[in-house]
């Protein structure tokens, strides 16, 4: 096994894209320490999706704390056992999604937060996005039958899709992999799986936004 070339890797993409199935099973082939979201613990997240103008702001400010700690915590300790560090989401999560479920005066509040905080946290060596269709990321969310998931559209899904790319855009510095997983399955099928690693870890990629399909 060739020695990977990145020291930290974050799994982005939508809401059910693949984000965590594809960290972990990077972590377990490539002997990575694996950090996963700690989303299913936020109380507020069941009553966002019942009540968006209700819950927003607590939801968000909640998974940016979160986030922070967990993050903060995670990228001090080294792990002299690992080859390196995959995580199925980075901090610049909660500037995206909460660009969307905020109301203007509130998000340029939350915005000037965030830049404080990004501004004191290891930057990744890569963001692998993992690009999919609205339509399908909806097929995948109900086949996984979170309730709190079921009110979930395709526009919020096209906006949390535009808020990523806003993102790579403005902060052209990072090394951005934007895969489209849409006709593939890396999941069940091992050659796809291959496809995917391959493209990570054996072809170089610049700063900026770089788009790869199979």
Request: aromatic share 16%.
């Amino acid at each position: 096994m060739e020695t990977p070339r990145y020291n930290y890797i974050v799994i982005e993409g939508n809401i059910g894209a693949g984000k965590t199935t594809l960290a972990s099973m990077i972590a377990r082939e490539y002997n990575a320490k694996l950090i996963l979201e700690r989303f299913a613990d936020n109380p507020f997240l069941p009553k966002f999706y019942s009540d968006p103008s209700r819950y927003s702001f607590p939801l968000e400010l909640s998974f940016l704390a979160d986030r922070y700690r967990q993050l903060k915590e995670e990228l001090v300790e080294q792990d002299l056992f690992r080859s390196f560090t995959v995580a199925d989401y980075y901090f610049m999560k909660s500037l995206v999604f909460s660009s969307q479920t905020l109301e203007k005066d509130e998000f340029s509040l939350y915005r000037q937060i965030f830049y404080i905080i990004y501004s004191s946290l290891p930057k990744p060596d890569l963001y692998v996005y993992l690009h999919v269709p609205p339509e399908r990321l909806l097929k995948n969310i109900a086949a996984r039958g979170r309730e709190y998931e079921k009110s979930i559209t395709a526009d919020y899904l096209t906006g949390i899709q535009e808020s990523y790319f806003n993102f790579f855009r403005q902060n052209p510095e990072n090394r951005y992999l934007v895969l489209d997983v849409s006709g593939i399955d890396f999941v069940t099928s091992h050659d796809d799986y291959l496809r995917v690693t391959d493209m990570i870890f054996r072809e170089p990629v610049e700063p900026g936004i770089n788009l790869r399909d199979f």
